[in-house]
């Protein structure tokens, strides 16, 4: 059995403490960490761009945040990504976090990038209005209108509001692995990927930034090609990490610390309210309480779309019950938490035997 909360909880954590070990690091240095950090982060206005028809934000101390993962090919991002260096990008990873009302526990959901939904009326970045669709990729919400939309959509398709956004792109990504000397996986299969680069054997393997993103993006090179498959390589990347992060001594080495948070901070766009160190840290401090055992990650139930064999739509009526659960700030339901995806890199006879709890 995968236990994907494992350091999963713990990698939201030390992600912003990272930038708050820099804080203590005394006098001038921590004076021009700080100004330099905050440079780094870019905010969008979220709010000021959706205006009042939206969710209404919970009152008693729980949150939500959107969380993406963008593949944009502007810029470093083009050599890695490869495709179009047109300047847009899709929502390459999505996950909803819901933080309860103690601040004590967490739930994130992925949404598969090719979930057919309706998307709202959105503003593109030059202004014009596109108007509502009724059945697109959930991912095009991004390509369309930006971070406002994706927000916009989100929030038709949970029924909650998306307090926070935060969007980390592929070349912020990359440099991140490097920053903290690459990280360790098992494949059980080999995996190759044309499409994301990605040829590893059956067997242990140290990936460095470039290899790394490849996979997490590769869906076509293992199990069934499709991004449920993705979506567990992810989950399982974020476990590599965190081993990664504990073994290295971050807080006691300076010169890494600084390299890691400045590529974090230079790779992040938030909404306005969190664009800055204070606010990161305040949000650490937040989710301190949330350890591996409070945190569960799953993935939007979802089934094959009946217009397309090539998308998926949300699975009924698992994908309400889920959502119904969320905005009355309860636990993911176990029937849910027992049901997900098996990692397509584990063929291990325990990975086969089924999923317990998340």
Not at 247 to 262: E, F, Q
Request: aromatic share 4%.
């Amino acid at each position: 059995m995968v236990d994907h909360r494992r350091n999963s909880g713990r990698w939201l954590r030390i992600a912003v403490f990272t930038l708050a070990g820099l804080l203590v690091l005394g006098g001038a240095a921590a004076g021009y960490a700080y100004w330099k950090l905050n440079r780094n982060i870019k905010g969008v206005d979220i709010n000021a761009q959706l205006g009042t028809a939206r969710p209404p934000a919970a009152t008693d101390g729980s949150f939500n945040m959107l969380v993406l993962g963008s593949d944009s090919r502007s810029g470093s991002n083009g050599n890695l990504a490869g495709g179009n260096a047109d300047g847009t990008a899709r929502s390459d990873t999505a996950m909803v976090v819901h933080v309860n009302q103690d601040h004590t526990a967490a739930s994130v959901v992925s949404i598969p990038r090719d979930t057919l939904v309706p998307r709202p009326e959105c503003l593109t970045a030059g202004g014009k209005t596109v108007p509502a669709a009724r059945s697109v990729m959930y991912n095009s919400a991004f390509e369309t209108g930006g971070p406002a939309c994706a927000v916009k959509t989100t929030e038709q398709l949970t029924g909650m509001r998306m307090d926070h956004f935060v969007e980390i792109d592929f070349s912020g990504f990359a440099n991140f692995i490097d920053a903290i000397g690459g990280v360790d996986v098992t494949t059980t299969v080999s995996i190759k990927d044309k499409d994301s680069g990605l040829d590893l054997p059956a067997g242990d393997h140290h990936l460095g930034g470039t290899q790394a993103l490849a996979f997490v993006r590769t869906r076509h090179g293992v199990g069934d090609g499709s991004d449920l498959g993705r979506i567990e390589l992810q989950k399982q990347m974020v476990k590599s990490i965190m081993k990664q992060i504990g073994g290295i001594g971050l807080t006691s080495d300076p010169t890494r610390l600084w390299s890691v948070a400045d590529g974090l901070t230079r790779s992040l766009t938030t909404d306005s309210d969190l664009a800055s160190v204070n606010a990161l840290v305040g949000m650490a401090g937040t989710l301190k309480k949330i350890g591996p055992n409070e945190l569960t990650m799953v993935t939007l139930p979802v089934g094959t779309a009946p217009s397309d064999p090539n998308r998926v739509v949300p699975q009924q009526p698992q994908a309400d019950r889920l959502w119904t659960a969320l905005r009355a700030d309860q636990s993911v339901p176990h029937s849910i938490v027992t049901t997900q995806p098996a990692n397509p890199a584990d063929a291990s006879p325990s990975a086969k035997a089924g999923r317990g709890p998340e």
